[in-house]
């Protein structure tokens, strides 16, 4: 078998992947833009979000080169390559995504005016213009620095490079959002009584880009990131698992080959949305996730059939293609029951979130103690489905089935973000309708596009959730093989001293994250006070709000607040590794990801609870809207919003910075 041309098939998936991104992305230009009122709201969000991935990517500049020359003096200059092209591509899939989703709004609700069908269309090949970039860049990336260096050690930089742009795109664009979230909220539904998006609130402007910045931007560095740690993890696991075959070739290409069948999977299932004009949008989207993951999972079948031994024994347990294959199978599995449970947890159609707003008619109070119950609970079920692929992949391949399901998992990735990416556009296309003052069947319809797009992003969140604790294990166990760990003895008090520490970072991560956005929060809301009460003519809509101020202070207060917690993220490995020794070292990545993934899970799951409840009464449901029953639900949902947009989703990236770390200094740790 030619296992050395292989690489160059993954190369050639992932240059398929951007050219079909461009393909979507020519397909929404080609879009009309809406009157000239549309396309000055859509050039102020776009404008306003470029800004923030500019002034961002030149904040992290410096970060990224002083850890470029102290890889290059510490390692050798492919580990600094390696770590700099993981940074780079993970910001131009930044880039590409924004560009095109901030451009696809106004497209969408021009289309809006014609059907559900066609506005669908648009808003979807938005997304899946970031989607395609994401995975198509990520194995590009890690398949061509393969086919350069000839080795998974020296490339596991990369991992560790897009995890350090993702971190902060994570942590920044959270504050952003949120900041933006909060304060037109507060000041303009609460305090005002204006409604979402009006074109009178000076805060509307930044709270559309805040939704490209985290929902866009965020998720796709989120799972570029996830993708490069689980596809290098696996290689490295496979090529022990394998070394005694063709010197661990069958165990290094699989990875690629899967991630290739996966994005073309993708591809392929994104033509398979659509919707009718009485339909429920949601349904078509499904279409797409279900089409990737049975297209993946049949090509993956192929695969391995072809490609494995018929048997191989490792460390007294026996591995056939059919067990690596059901280990695949769980990973895809995961995929569908954490996203039919995040749905059910989050969405206003279900009980969770409807007795939320239930809660809501006797005060903030008891909305807030009914959320928290609710993020508590939801940890238990996604937590049993992810031991159970755990045991399953383990049973069924050892370590490497464990790798090979992570794998799996996020090599549908591109569906995932595309579908993820279609909520910020959906939303601002909304936004867009109603600053315009469009007719109210234009506004029907991107509410309906809206509503399914909120419960996407929670199921998106799910996904990079799982993805994050599937992926972190990978990154444990290939940490274990590089650093000689064969166990973890917790009755040594080293490892017990990582333990607790690594327990306890992302509750001070998280923190550090909440304060931020309440410190940004705080100015924001000053500010639309301030234009409130000293620009005439707001609220009879004679006045013209100064949006720029306020995409400016969310700008601001999210470079300054992202850095204690990135600082924090990054150092503290360093620190427990070198001072502590790998046993530590082993404790802190064990204590960081079950507690980093159980935080996650309950922030991530509360706060999208507390924004359905909300939306549930807002659709005429205990009062509707301007009742108290509504304010508490409001007050419920800015409680939340830096749990499921700040801290929840930055936590995934904390556990990957964690495990993307311990794999560059595990050499040192022997």
Sequence with gaps: MDFASMPYWSVGAGILGLLFAFYFAKSVLRESP???????????????????????????????????????????????????????????????????????????????????????????????????????????????????????EIINSFAFGASAVALFARVGGGIYTKAADVGADLVGKVEAGIPEDDPRNPATIADNVGDNVGDTAGMGADLFESYAASTIAAMLVGFTTYQSISGGLPGIMLPLLLGAAGLLSAIIASFFVRTGENANPQNALNKGLWGTNILTAIAGYAIVQWMLPASLTVKGATITPNGVYIAILAGLVVNVLIGLLTEYYTSNQKKPAQNIAKASETGAATNIIAGLAVGLKSTALPVIVICAAIYVSFTAAGIFGIAMAAMAMLSTAGMVVAIDSFGPVADNAGGIAEMAELEPNVRKTTDKLDSVGNTTAAVAKGFAIGSAALTALALFNAFSELAHLDSINILVPRTIIGLFIGAAVPFLFSAFAMEAVGKAAFEMIGEVRRQFREIPGIMEGTGKPDYRACVDISTKAALREMIVPGLLAVGTPLIVGFGLGKDAMGGYLAGGTVSGLLLAIFMANAGGAWDNAKKFIEAGNLGGKGTPTHAAAVIGDTVGDPFKDTSGPSLNALIKVMGTISLIIAPFLR
Excluded at 80 to 91: D, P, R
Excluded at 118 to 131: D, E, H, I, T, Y
């Design 34 to 152: 809406g009157n000239a009122r549309m396309q000055e709201i859509s050039k102020a969000i776009q404008e306003g979000a470029m800004a923030f991935l500019n002034r961002e990517y030149r904040t992290l500049i410096p970060i990224v080169v002083i850890i470029f020359i102290v890889l290059w003096l510490g390692k050798d200059w492919r580990t600094a390559v390696s770590f700099l092209a993981g940074s780079v591509l993970s910001a131009v899939a930044g880039y590409i995504g924004m560009s095109i989703t901030t451009r696809a709004n106004s497209r969408t609700t021009e289309a809006a005016r014609t059907s559900l069908n066609k506005a669908l269309g648009v808003s979807f090949r938005g997304g899946a213009v970031m989607g395609l970039a994401v995975a198509g860049l990520g194995l590009l990336g890690v398949a061509s620095l393969y086919l350069i260096f000839k080795d998974a």
